[in-house]
């Protein structure tokens, strides 16, 4: 089992709607958990950070945790074509503070 | 600042070849990494560095040397170079290893 799953996608969703991406992780001690999202052929650039239970909200982007479920959510709103990217779920590691990343889910934003 | 930097961009490399793969960053973090990207495999470590003269495994460190200059330049080799070390290659630096990673562009290597 790998640590962190996400749908693979492609996710696509028509500009103004809302992008829903979920996360898993295997790690029941993990306490960090990150967003980072990758344009093709860019490296990744973090966009969301969250520790605690509940919503985070920042802009467009709302990250969702639920560490009893080990479920992170991604949700963007209002949805523009450059939000069109692959979007990585990654989980900090308690055994030894090292990120985990998921396989990615690429979101395509269609005008 | 230049933020964290690599070189080169891209290496083409015929198998048995040996390369260095250079990173660096100017944010005077205590931390650096350095992952892989396949398709469909996200991003896995391959070595890091807690801090300056100190550098640890990771998930696939197989194949890689690391060597931690100094604060700033953290350095991964390949001694001889297999078709299956064919990826792109990210540096990435914290400043300790449960903070933010900041990452660079990267390196596409090919191998042959």
């Known amino acids: 089992q790998k640590e962190v799953e996400q749908n693979s996608g492609p996710l696509s969703v028509p500009e103004g709607a809302i992008a829903s991406l979920n996360c898993t992780y295997s790690d029941r001690g993990s306490q960090s958990f990150f967003w980072y999202r990758q344009y093709s052929g860019k490296s990744p650039e973090l966009i969301m950070s969250i520790y605690s239970n509940g919503d985070k909200e920042d802009g467009r982007f709302t990250a969702q945790l639920n560490k009893a479920s080990q479920y992170v959510s991604l949700l963007i709103r209002d949805s523009q074509p450059s939000d069109s990217a692959t979007y990585l779920c990654a989980s900090l590691r308690s055994n030894d503070y090292k990120l985990s990343f998921g396989a990615g889910t690429t979101v395509t934003v269609r005008a | 600042n230049a933020g964290v930097t690599q070189t080169p961009k891209f290496q083409v490399l015929k198998t048995g070849q040996s390369m260095t793969l250079q990173c660096a960053q100017d944010?005077?973090?205590?931390?650096m990494y350095w992952y892989r990207q396949d398709p469909g495999m996200g991003l896995r470590l391959i070595y890091y560095s807690a801090s300056e003269g100190t550098t640890d495994k990771g998930e696939v460190p197989n194949g890689y040397n690391v060597s931690r200059l100094n604060k700033r330049e953290f350095s991964l080799r390949l001694e001889s170079a297999a078709p299956s070390q064919t990826s792109v290659y990210f540096c990435?630096?914290?400043?300790?290893?449960?903070?933010?990673?900041?990452f660079g562009p990267g390196t596409r290597l090919l191998v042959l």
């Open positions: 990435a630096s914290s400043t300790r290893d449960s903070e933010t990673q900041y």
């Open positions: 944010m005077n973090h205590n931390s």
